[in-house]
């Protein structure tokens, strides 16, 4: 019995020992060209964790495993905090985070996620390789799941990021002169004081909109609602329909299309009297008349709306220096 438990042993450490090694096998590699005939699509994912631990999560993201996705070419939009600033707390006892990861294509994402994946759930070897960058992301996301409560899902994003342009309103040319009271008729002209300083917010938008029609209503949202927000100094961040594919909890609907708007707002005040009296920013021109026909006109097209606010800021993709791991290599011969 002795002999066989030896024997046992000898060969549980051997393969052990090989497991070790084929575990820390170096794993170089070369990249091909960027394809450029594929549509970007966005991941937005959701998580509930332990109450108090966002900040944590977050943390493990920039340090971790964002370098490390966006090494694999992702580019990350950011990682915000559910937040209920207007109603009761939807998720009391538990934090939430709403991520949002922008890929070359559906393709791209399921190449991060290959079988030759570094850790549990993402970053393919075969992309770029194996080494420091690599295992600090697959501790940040063994991190991250220390407090990972569960998730109400994720849903792929197709559309269009809002471009940052300057823009060029002239002024009506009109003289104004001050009254003791204005009448209901009265134009709505604005001067303003200096700008406040508050949280900084992002309003997240959700709308089931008319089946085939998303085109359409993001012209109508980019040509005439973005260009007088960004003059009452929100900010679009961009608009994006679902998209219904493997890997998604999302599920088509044959009645109609479903759409995200996110805009970045510096405060909840200033998203709310954005939506309620944004002539008071903004005065009542042509641009803001322009303005109220667009919203008349996306609301024909909808078909319920719903929203929710998020805290934190654009990831912004900074710049990274990964050094190269020694060593020197041949092609292997397959």
Known sequence: MKQVLTIFSVLMALLMTQGTQAQEQAVPVRNEVPRTDQQEIIMMRHAYLDEGSYDYWYEQSVTGVWPWFERL???ILGDFEIIYPLGDDA???????????????????????????????????????????????????????????????????????????????????EQFEPVATATADAPNPVRLMAAQAGEPVLGLEYRRIKKGSFEDFHSITRDHVYPYLEKIGARPVGQWRVLYLPNSTAVENPEYDEIYTLVRYASVEHHNISRSDSA??????PDYQAMLNAIGQLNELSLEVDSEFLRGSLYGSPPVHAPAMPGSYRLSQQ
């Open 73 to 75: 070419g992702a580019r």
């Open 91 to 173: 998720s009391p006892g538990q934090d939430e985070a709403l991520r949002f990861a922008r890929y070359a294509s559906y393709e791209h994402w399921q190449a991060t996620r290959s079988n030759e994946a570094a850790g549990d759930t993402g970053g393919s070897l075969q992309l770029a390789g194996n080494g420091g960058l690599s295992d600090a992301s697959t501790t940040g996301l063994s991190n991250r799941r220390q407090v990972s409560q569960g998730t109400r899902g994720g849903v792929f994003l197709q559309g269009y990021m809002a471009e940052t342009r300057p823009l060029y309103m002239p002024g009506t040319n």
């Open 280 to 285: 008071a920013l903004g005065g009542d021109g």
